[in-house]
């Protein structure tokens, strides 16, 4: 069997991992966006496919396809959903709001305003390529924007620019929250526990949350939150 693995996450260099292991011809294709990314185990591909008809060119040449990317790389998940071959989503839960306080949106739009609108000292973990969407709304705003790699736009003189990767701890994470006298927590919903401690420590210290929606899959993916429901489902699969 050749499965490509569309990955950037940790679940995909879980499943990459654990397909090295069973002895699969498993290919792991990242995006290239991340400067130093963590590479999974076996053969791996960085950069773009160049659309939709290029994926599904590529992917034939596979028995299978695992889409494995972040929850929010929709442009590359509506371009896997196009593939001839078997496809899978491999996507982890979402968060739940343990407080009930958390101010759901759905777009960083919504979200800029409305952390303008809740505090005027911000703590944004969007991503960098998020960051323009907030540079207007927060120009005049005290923001700490924490980011693994340097963002390609300018941003405000009032900004404090963080570049840091996870994993995080709670502890560490009320230090930051506090040290910046945050009043607002800006997020997206990426699920997961790599980036969970934020959540909680916003929650202990009564820091207002808001949390951008994950966007929409595309219909008819069959869908599993974890490795283990990637392997059975694989192993489900007729032979080519």
């Given at each position: 069997?050749?499965?490509?693995?569309?990955?950037?996450?940790?679940?995909?260099?879980?499943?990459?991992?654990?397909?090295?292991?069973?002895?699969?011809?498993?290919?792991?294709?990242?995006?290239?966006?991340?400067?130093?990314?963590?590479?999974?185990v076996g053969r791996?591909?960085?950069?773009?496919f160049g659309g939709?008809?290029?994926?599904?060119?590529?992917?034939?040449?596979?028995?299978?396809?695992?889409?494995?990317?972040?929850?929010?790389?929709?442009?590359?998940?509506?371009?896997?959903?196009?593939?001839?071959?078997?496809?899978?989503?491999?996507?982890?839960?979402?968060?739940?709001?343990?407080?009930?306080?958390w101010h759901w949106?759905?777009?960083?739009?919504?979200?800029?305003?409305?952390?303008?609108?809740?505090?005027?000292?911000?703590?944004?973990?969007?991503?960098?390529?998020?960051?323009?969407?907030?540079?207007?709304?927060?120009?005049?705003?005290?923001?700490?924007?924490?980011?693994?790699?340097?963002?390609?736009?300018?941003?405000?003189?009032?900004?404090?620019?963080?570049?840091?990767?996870?994993?995080?701890?709670?502890?560490?994470?009320?230090?930051?929250?506090?040290?910046?006298?945050?009043?607002?927590?800006?997020?997206?919903?990426?699920?997961?526990?790599?980036?969970?401690?934020?959540?909680?420590?916003?929650?202990?210290?009564?820091?207002?949350?808001?949390?951008?929606?994950?966007?929409?899959?595309?219909?008819?993916?069959?869908?599993?939150?974890?490795?283990?429901?990637?392997?059975?489902?694989?192993?489900?699969?007729?032979?080519?």
């Open positions: 069997m050749r499965v490509l693995l569309l990955g950037g996450t940790g679940e995909a260099r879980a499943l990459a991992a654990a397909l090295v292991e069973a002895g699969v011809d498993v290919e792991s294709s990242l995006a290239g966006r991340v400067v130093r990314p963590r590479l999974p791996v591909r960085i950069g773009g939709a008809e290029a994926l599904r060119a590529y992917a034939a040449a596979h028995d299978a396809v695992v889409d494995a990317t972040h929850p929010f790389a929709a442009t590359i998940s509506t371009h896997a959903a196009a593939v001839d071959v078997p496809l899978l989503r491999l996507q982890r839960p979402g968060w739940s709001d343990p407080t009930g306080r949106v759905d777009g960083h739009d919504e979200a800029a305003a409305t952390a303008a609108r809740l505090g005027r000292r911000p703590v944004l973990t969007v991503g960098r390529q998020q960051l323009g969407a907030f540079a207007g709304p927060l120009a005049e705003h005290t923001v700490l924007a924490r980011v693994v790699d340097e963002p390609d736009v300018p941003l405000p003189a009032t900004w404090t620019l963080l570049r840091s990767r996870g994993p995080y701890q709670e502890a560490g994470e009320r230090d930051l929250l506090r040290g910046h006298r945050a009043d607002v927590l800006v997020t997206k919903d990426s699920g997961g526990a790599l980036t969970w401690p934020k959540m909680q420590a916003a929650a202990d210290l009564g820091v207002a949350t808001v949390v951008v929606r994950r966007p929409a899959p595309p219909p008819g993916v069959p869908t599993v939150s974890d490795v283990d429901g990637a392997l059975a489902w694989l192993r489900r699969l007729p032979s080519r």
